[in-house]
């Protein structure tokens, strides 16, 4: 109960988030039901609006498994996280249906759960309002997408890339090095979409974010505190 009191408002947030994502969804084709399955089965608001991409696109589902891979990768880490604050005794089976909706938000308040232990049934409780919020969020917003005009369809559309922004604009401006990796990916893609018109949307994204990623790293490793 606790973690379904606390993952309701993510829920109704995730509601209104995954609405705009049926938007781009019902743009590349995809029916009510579809976006139902895929936001249930994958909720992310990047992995998905990238895999609607190479979808559009057309794209082998090789690329698509590729991008959606790319894009959720911090995912890893945060279930790398999460795994630390189980109890050694906590059964196989539990790890893995809390790592299936290891989400930003429910990683923020399972890491700030007080106690020594997490207990897997608060984050099974936060699950019960995300995953209806963001599944059937997607799949009103296609249907949406197929009774409003055209011009408010693409009115709506550009609230997705409200929702991007308003996840990259505060880290940017706390860290300069995030800032800068941000503003060089707006160029690169800006540029190989022009000279490059042969790489596909897909492949651009998952070539620049292993590249600028990795060079970032690399010039500006994170500092390890080993006491």
């Known amino acids: 109960m606790d973690g379904f009191r606390d993952g309701t408002p993510i829920g109704l947030g995730y509601f209104v988030v995954a609405f705009t994502l049926g938007i781009a969804a019902k743009n590349v084709g995809l ?12 909720n992310a608001s990047a992995g998905e609006y990238a895999a609607f991409m190479v979808i ?3 794209a082998p589902y090789f690329e698509i498994a590729l991008m959606t891979l790319v894009a959720n990768a911090r995912y890893v880490l945060m ?3 999460l795994s630390q604050k189980f109890s050694p005794d906590t059964p196989f089976y539990h790890r893995i249906f809390v790592g299936f909706d290891v989400t930003d938000e429910i990683f ?3 890491i700030a759960r007080g106690g020594k232990w997490l207990n897997p049934f608060y984050n099974y409780g936060a699950m019960l309002t995300a995953l209806p919020g963001w599944s059937v969020g997607t799949a009103f917003g296609i249907i949406a997408g197929n009774i409003l005009p055209t011009s408010a369809v693409s009115a709506l559309s550009v609230a997705l890339y409200g929702m991007f922004l308003a996840v990259i604009i505060p880290p940017a401006r706390k860290d300069k090095i995030v800032g800068g990796a941000v503003a060089i990916s707006f160029v690169l893609s800006f540029l190989v979409a022009e000279f490059l018109p042969f790489i596909s949307a897909g492949n651009r994204t998952i070539l620049l974010t292993i590249i600028i990623a990795g060079a970032a790293a690399v010039l500006y490793p994170h500092e390890e505190d080993d006491s």
């Open 108 to 110: 923020g308040i399972s």
């Open 79 to 81: 279930s790398t996280v």
């Open 31 to 42: 029916n009510p039901l579809q976006g139902f399955v895929i936001s249930l089965l994958n």
């Open 56 to 58: 559009g696109s057309d």
